[in-house]
């Protein structure tokens, strides 16, 4: 059974950091991209990063600069570290792996459950 378990979520002034994991287990990875996502209230959910199965990281233009996609092959788990927070981060934070094509379109196989992010000002 395929597992995504997020933590590290919580509350943070604005200005500060926080970092997320997403322990992952109950397949092989080793072939999959892996990203974050959030959603917050009222809004869709949206790509902050993902990385490659050979390591070529992206970022949402919005957090570039400012978070970190990184992953730990051995211990099996992906992390964010997000930096310079701002209000505006403030959403549920969702890793995901692995792109599957369905219906013509490429979207993730597996998802978690989300953690909370909130930043106040």
């Known amino acids: 059974q395929v597992q995504l378990v997020e933590s590290g979520g919580g509350s943070v002034q604005s200005g500060g950091s926080l970092k997320l994991s997403c322990a992952y287990s109950g397949r092989s990875f080793s072939n999959c991209a892996m990203a974050w996502y959030r959603q917050a209230p009222g809004k869709e959910r949206e790509l902050v990063s993902q990385v490659s199965s050979i390591g070529i990281t992206t970022y949402a233009d919005s957090v570039k600069g400012r978070f970190t996609i990184s992953q730990d092959n051995v211990k099996n788990t992906l992390y964010l570290q997000m930096n310079s927070l701002k209000t505006e981060d403030t959403a549920v934070y969702y890793c995901?792996?692995?792109?599957?094509?369905?219906?013509?379109?490429?979207?993730?196989?597996?998802w978690g459950q989300g953690t909370q992010v909130t930043v106040s000002s």
């Open positions: 995901a792996a692995c792109y599957i094509l369905e219906s013509d379109k490429w979207r993730f196989a597996h």
